[in-house]
């Protein structure tokens, strides 16, 4: 078992153990989009105060990182983006692992393309806003004409 899905397999035994709404994998409907947006805003929220750890404003003089605290923080925001993995996906924290880490692998290898070669982010599909070799609208409904 890799890190990774240790700390997914954890994450998925604390909401069934401890939590009320148990296994996020078999939420549906209005349950699953309630757990995804608590979720998303409590992620959102931990970043907040991971930045509280961070001298990141223009205006004062600290450049400083609190690193224990900015960890800790770290750390709350990544329960709740496994909760979210685990909701989203139905599936088991081996496969869910595995498929993560390969996506994750695969994106960065692109990133890295990109820095090389350049990239505009202008190659986006007009109506949903994704790249166009993963959009499912046509070209004719993309073009500008």
Not at 12 to 28: A, I, V
Not at 35 to 46: G, P, S, V
Request: charged share 30%.
């Amino acid at each position: 078992m890799d890190n990774f899905e240790l700390m997914l397999t954890r994450q998925l035994e604390l909401q069934q153990d401890h939590m009320k709404d148990g296994d996020p994998r078999h939420l549906e409907g209005d349950a699953m989009a309630d757990f995804m947006r608590w979720n998303a805003f409590a992620l959102e929220d931990e970043i907040h105060e991971a930045m509280q750890e961070v001298g990141w404003k223009p205006w004062a003089t600290n450049r400083e990182v609190q690193v224990t605290e900015f960890v800790g923080e770290m750390v709350d925001a990544f329960h709740f983006f496994m909760n979210m993995l685990l909701c989203g996906t139905g599936m088991t924290p081996q496969d869910l692992s595995q498929m993560f880490v390969q996506r994750y692998l695969d994106k960065n290898e692109k990133n890295a393309r990109r820095q090389i070669e350049g990239y505009t982010g202008l190659q986006k599909c007009r109506i949903c806003g994704r790249e166009l070799g993963l959009c499912t609208h046509s070209l004719e409904e993309t073009s500008d004409d």
